[in-house]
């Protein structure tokens, strides 16, 4: 038995670099310390219900898969792709930055597009950033300099259990030695979720309404008076003493999810989130960070910058990147059927994406690089079964205020399995050949 230590969780995008994972002596893992419950969970359940171990292919979606060599597998995608006339390659927020890399190169060489899951997810923030700026700073700042920290629309009790203990509430800062009783905590839900129940000001604002509700906190700051009992639901006493702890904040941060990013308005909730950020620094120091989701969404967005120019949707059919989200974004152009290929890689789009996208990907040539069984896999023509990043791959991973983080490979992966760098590696040379 061996215990690995410092090992970086890959789950969601607080990215933990602090788990410790204990292997029995035939390389299995059989526990985890520090880590929560979900993240314990990625690890314990690396075999899954259903682990996949070798390729498997069918040409009818109605047939039952038959077990292929990874040779055919690959020559078969890459055929796809170079025959389709507008190929999708997607997905790529559960994997590390050299996947991405040849993801991309994969979609400029058949001429296809490019996306990843922050387009179901923070792409309303992206679109937002892009119209206003982007006041954000590292999650090491906030844990040692905040004293106001505001969850918008988001639950990290749930989904990123670990960020308020390491992090914001709780952490223990260089100027917040005292932790929580250093920090005024103000959630803005319409539920009162788990988070909620442990602020000092909940703002339960009306479902779709937070839009209204950031335009007067900015009237407010602003000292315009409201001329209302309520707006968005908020009695406006509260929306006042939200704005005074604020504007009185040392250091304050704002970090918002999908309450805000996928509600009513979309990215002009985040245009206007910014705004209030940017009004508030006239009197003190205010940040956002968004709580981006899978563990390296944002790695995708930081490398498709870095190679495209743009952070997602990229489409290459006219021979260089252009990047228009609506007219270019993977669920649109599945919902229009104007895609008829798709290679999905590290997410489960057949789960997470709209109905009548799922109905074009069910009609469409599916390849789906995932190692287990998924709503996407079932609508598959070839699956290819890689090895899991970050358990028995290692890479990099951007953690949500973007800095990067050296994921390690724990394990090794069933015999033959290959990462996704390496399937996406073999399927650019077989492409080039069929070119
Ligand atoms: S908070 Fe997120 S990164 Fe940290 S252990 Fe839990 S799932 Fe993993």
Redesign the pocket.
């Given at each position: 038995m061996r215990e690995i230590k410092n090992v970086?969780?890959?789950?969601?995008?607080?990215?933990?670099d602090d788990?410790v994972v204990i292997v029995d002596n035939e390389g299995h893992i059989i526990g985890t310390r520090?880590?929560?419950?979900?993240?314990?969970a990625?690890f314990m359940h690396f075999e899954g219900a259903v682990r996949w171990r070798e390729p498997l292919m069918r040409e009818n979606k109605k047939d039952d898969f038959k077990k292929v060599d990874i040779d055919t597998a690959i020559e078969e995608t890459a055929r796809i792709l170079v025959e389709a006339d507008l190929p999708l390659i997607y997905g790529f927020s559960a994997t590390e930055c050299h996947a991405h890399v040849y993801g991309i190169e994969l979609a400029e060489l058949v001429r296809g597009v490019v996306s990843n899951t922050a387009e179901v997810c923070h792409g309303p923030s992206v679109w937002a950033l892009q119209d206003v700026g982007y006041p954000i700073c590292t999650l090491g700042e906030v844990k040692n300099r905040a004293d106001v920290i505001i969850y918008w629309g988001s639950n990290p009790m749930h989904a990123?259990?670990?960020?308020m203990s390491?992090y914001s509430v709780f952490a223990r800062g260089f100027f917040r030695e005292r932790g929580r009783e250093d920090r005024t905590l103000i959630v803005v839900d319409p539920r009162e979720t788990d988070t909620a129940k442990l602020a000092d000001v909940h703002l339960q604002v009306e479902p779709h309404k937070d839009y209204e509700l950031i335009s007067a906190m900015r009237a407010v700051l602003k000292g315009f008076e409201l001329q209302v009992d309520k707006v968005a639901g908020v009695p406006v006493d509260l929306i006042y003493e939200a704005v005074e702890i604020c504007k009185n904040a040392q250091f304050g941060c704002l970090f918002f999810g999908m309450g805000v990013t996928q509600s009513g308005s979309k990215h002009r909730n985040i245009d206007n989130a910014i705004c209030l950020v940017i009004d508030l620094n006239a009197y003190t120091k205010f940040t956002l960070i968004p709580m981006r989701g899978h563990?390296n969404v944002n790695g995708f967005n930081q490398v498709c910058t870095w190679v495209t120019g743009f952070p997602l949707c990229v489409d290459f059919s006219r021979g260089y990147p252009r990047f228009n989200p609506g007219d270019t974004s993977v669920t649109d152009l599945l919902m229009r059927k104007e895609a008829d290929a798709m290679l999905n890689i590290a997410s489960d789009p057949g789960a997470h994406f709209p109905q009548k996208a799922v109905e074009r990907m069910a009609e469409i040539p599916l390849i789906c690089i995932d190692p287990h069984d998924t709503p996407t896999a079932e609508l598959a023509n070839i699956i290819i079964p890689p090895a899991i990043a970050g358990v028995e791959a290692e890479g990099t991973a951007y953690r949500m205020d973007g800095i990067p983080i050296q994921l390690k490979k724990v394990i090794d992966p069933p015999e033959g399995v290959l990462p996704d760098r390496e399937i996406l590696k073999r399927i650019i040379s077989k492409v080039k050949e069929f070119l």
């Open positions: 970086v969780c890959p789950f969601c995008g607080t990215l933990c788990v520090n880590a929560c419950r979900i993240g314990h990625k990123h259990p670990r960020h390491r563990y």
